[in-house]
């Protein structure tokens, strides 16, 4: 297994290196499903407009320059390694067009009079030559953001934060799960400038542990949990959300709501890869699978987070199946 290395020199001196990226993109199979749709990064930087602060016209970070800062920042941390090209999945588009044409009947409008930007986007870069294996299943090492420009406040007087969430952890190249913990993740990251976004994620890669990260994910295939015991959990996640407040305090947080759980429960006895035994059984790295793949009906807003919510889960439940302790999950 390839260590990953630290890189202390300064983004700012960092080539554009989305031209000598591999042709092949990073995960053949979609990542996430919701509501999005697939455009290529070329489509994205040359097409689609930018939004701009409404006080002074100036843009903001636009979609393309994120990809592109993240693909620069992980061909320079991790050179000499192959590097697939970004996968980008977008949602709620914005659609427009040049003032000529505002008067023109929607069906009469021609390419060039039509404007279009995307509100939410989601992107992947796979380094496919860092991997491991566990329970038999080959991950990657792979380096994602997302941007959502509703969290942005273009009316503000002052230039204000805009909002980027990134991450660094591993793909599950059997299913293209994505497998993200709390220690690889910036959910709330507020950067005034292009400069302060690449910092930050060179810092998170740098600082990433996957050593940790692998090692709690092959904890996982250690131990299991009955049939018995997952038709608990089934039980317990679904009455969560239900619960007062004040009952939630001491159990690990659920952020999945019921599709996702009927998408789990549906798996756990038809999925090709990580469905029960022929006991009934499961093992925690299956379960942690089915998780992680309902999670790709998550919208882009929420699909770190849920991310993040699973793999914690888990490992909450597979420290008390080790331990013996109790889960209020599973007893």
């Known amino acids: 297994m390839e260590q990953i290395t630290s890189f202390s020199g300064s983004t700012n001196q960092l080539p554009m290196v989305l031209q000598h990226v591999q042709p ?15 455009i290529p990064f070329t489509e994205i930087k040359e097409e689609h407009i930018i939004p701009v602060f ?28 192959r590097i697939l090209k970004p996968a980008v999945r977008l949602s709620h588009p914005i659609k427009g067009r040049i003032p000529d044409a505002k008067d023109k009947p929607a069906h009469m409008l021609l390419d060039r009079e039509k404007t279009i930007y995307y509100e939410r986007m989601m992107f992947v870069i796979e380094v496919p030559t860092i991997q491991d294996v566990v329970d038999g299943n080959r991950l990657s090492l792979t380096i994602g953001g997302v941007k959502t420009y509703n969290l942005d406040n273009l009316y503000s007087r002052a230039k204000s934060d805009q909002h980027f969430k990134v991450f660094v952890g591993f793909k599950n190249r059997v299913c293209t799960n994505l497998c993200v913990f709390t220690d690889g993740f910036l959910g709330e990251l507020r ?8 910092a930050s994620i060179q810092m998170l890669i740098a600082g990433y542990n996957q050593e940790q990260h692998l090692y709690q994910m092959k904890q996982f295939a250690e131990n299991y949990i009955t049939e018995q ?9 679904r009455m969560y959300h239900h619960m007062p407040v004040e009952y939630k ?10 599709q ?11 999925d090709s ?12 790295w299956k379960l942690y699978n089915l998780l992680t793949g309902a999670n790709k009906s998550s919208y882009i807003d929420s699909f ?23 889960s209020w999950y599973l007893n």
């Open 273 to 284: 890869s990580f469905s029960r035994d022929s006991f009934g059984n499961i093992n925690l």
């Open 304 to 326: 770190l987070e849920r991310g993040v919510n699973a793999f914690d889960l888990v490992n909450d439940l597979n420290h008390c199946v080790e331990h013996k302790r109790q």
């Open 24 to 38: 092949e993109q990073s995960g053949s199979k979609t990542f996430i499903e919701a509501n999005t749709v697939d």
């Open 229 to 237: 015991q997952f038709a608990h959990l089934i039980g317990r996640c």
């Open 54 to 81: 409404v006080k002074d016209n100036e843009p903001l970070i636009s979609h393309a320059e994120f990809i592109g800062a993240a693909a620069e920042i992980t061909a320079d941390i991790f050179h000499g390694e």
């Open 249 to 258: 305090k001491d159990i690990p947080s659920l952020l999945f709501g019921d």
């Open 260 to 270: 996702q759980i009927n998408t789990v429960v549906r798996d756990f006895y038809k």
């Open 191 to 198: 950067v005034k400038s292009l400069d302060q976004l690449k």
